[in-house]
């Protein structure tokens, strides 16, 4: 039974954290791949070693001088070594790193360092073996992970060791140098390792006993998911609630790897539970979330003229333009495109001029201040009146409803409003659907 461990940042930000992490793992020996990302910030006011070494990079890429930075990272890292007492020789490695400093150098093996250091303190740590990622995770040369490669190289490493600690966050191209996943990639690493050693289970480990209902910054003391489907997360995550990198789910979910959110600072909390099976069915909800900012393209189109054909002509242009399109409600003749602002962008009066060149469209009606809020739950399914309950809600707001937009699977219901209006919905849906 192999349990994959995975620590986020500010798990690993002091060697206080670290000692919190021992006593997880050797509480559990079946917690036997451990993951761990750079250290992260130990307050508000301190930095991420990622985001240092990203800032050295740019130092080093204009010739601006990075010495104090650079002992700030090494600061941290001595911190860790010295006061748990450790032997790893990481000061020949900063020297190294030091000297190879330059104009040329790979941006993404500067910033991998950032686990590399920690994985090997970590390694020492618990005395277990430091598999460097690079020989153990892989990708093609489109940047996504070679599975044959990668098992076989799982494959071969468990013959020799069974209890590992792996940098998170990058892996090895072809040609054997680093590649990076997008920022947060740690989650992706720990999923990765889940899948290919067929774990048992998959626990994140992170400052929070798992995911809240709603965002905490909106709603006061929003309670927390205990269970969660991958398909739901999925949603959550797209629609902009921070919980995992977007793409931890497709590896576990393959296989029905369960994760578990843990809180590194609370270990005896339970936390949020990710998998196909869950059973509380207490909660029609699971979670609320959304984002601002988007805009919608109305196209009216001209009585006589065939919808599917205006549609499919204006798809064409957006795919032209490269623009992804959230949802696409409709009436029948009207079609409205809701697109994220930022992605619209400057291109927006090119795309509706050539929108309008269309002589079957009559009109466009562009509206830019929608924000749209996600009520997700997998038992909303086959129950009515959960959305009568939230137009009413909204209605008695004083909430004006813009876009409405379900899917058959009805595993959310989106709901578009004016971005001054987000923050209040969101606040009533929660006073309304969560008990
Ligand atoms: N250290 C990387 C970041 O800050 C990766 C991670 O922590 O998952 O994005």
């Not at 204009?62 to 990272?73: H, L, R």
């Not at 909430?399 to 969101?426: D, R, T, Y």
Request: hydrophobic residues 40%; charged residues 25%.
């Amino acid at each position: 039974m192999i349990k994959v461990a995975k620590f986020g940042g500010s798990s690993l930000a002091t060697s206080e954290q670290f000692k919190k992490i021992k006593d997880i793992i050797f509480k559990d020996k079946t917690r036997s791949v451990i993951v761990v990302s750079a250290p992260g910030k130990k307050d508000d006011s301190d930095h991420k070693i990622t985001d240092l070494l990203y800032l050295i990079y740019a130092h080093i890429k204009y010739g601006v001088d990075c010495t104090k930075i650079f002992n700030i990272i090494k600061e941290r890292y001595l911190e860790i070594k010295n006061n748990l007492g450790l032997k790893t020789a990481i000061e020949e490695e900063f020297l190294a790193l030091e000297k190879s400093f330059s104009k040329t150098m790979s941006e993404e093996f500067l910033v991998s360092r950032g686990e590399y250091f920690c994985a090997k303190l970590m390694a020492e740590y618990l005395n277990y073996d430091f598999v460097d990622a690079k020989d153990i995770v892989f990708f093609n040369y489109e940047g996504k992970i070679d599975e044959q490669k990668t098992t076989d190289a799982v494959k071969k490493l468990f013959l020799i060791s069974k209890k590992i600690v792996v940098p998170g966050f990058y892996g090895a191209y072809p040609d054997g140098s680093i590649h990076l996943f997008s920022r947060g990639g740690s989650d992706v690493t720990g999923a990765v390792l889940a899948k290919f050693t067929a774990a048992t289970i998959y626990e994140n480990w992170t400052d929070v006993s798992g995911f809240l209902v709603a965002d905490p910054k909106i709603v006061d003391n929003p309670k927390k998911i205990r269970e969660i489907s991958y398909e739901e997360l999925r949603e959550l995550s797209y629609m902009g609630a921070n919980v995992l990198h977007e793409d931890t789910i497709f590896p576990v979910q393959e296989l029905d790897i369960p994760i578990n959110i843990k809180n590194t600072n609370r270990p005896d909390e339970e936390g949020t539970v990710i998998s196909s099976k869950c059973q509380d069915a207490s909660q029609i909800i699971t979670g609320i979330t959304g984002k601002k900012l988007y805009e919608s393209i109305t196209i009216i189109k001209k009585p006589k003229a065939s919808k599917i054909q205006v549609i499919q002509n204006v798809l064409d242009i957006l795919e032209k333009y490269n623009i992804n399109i959230e949802h696409i409600p409709s009436s029948i003749d009207t079609f409205s495109l809701i697109i994220e602002r930022t992605s619209l962008a400057k291109q927006k009066y090119e795309i509706i001029a050539e929108i309008k060149k269309n002589d079957n469209v009559q009109d466009v009606i562009v509206d830019n201040d929608i924000a749209l809020i996600a009520i997700v739950g997998r038992n909303m399914a086959t129950k009515p009146g959960i959305s009568a309950k939230i137009f009413s809600i909204f209605g008695q707001n004083d909430i004006n409803i813009k876009v409405i937009a379900q899917a058959s699977q009805e595993l959310s219901i989106i709901i578009g409003v004016a971005n001054n209006q987000f923050e209040k919905a969101i606040k009533a849906v929660y006073d309304c659907l969560i008990v």
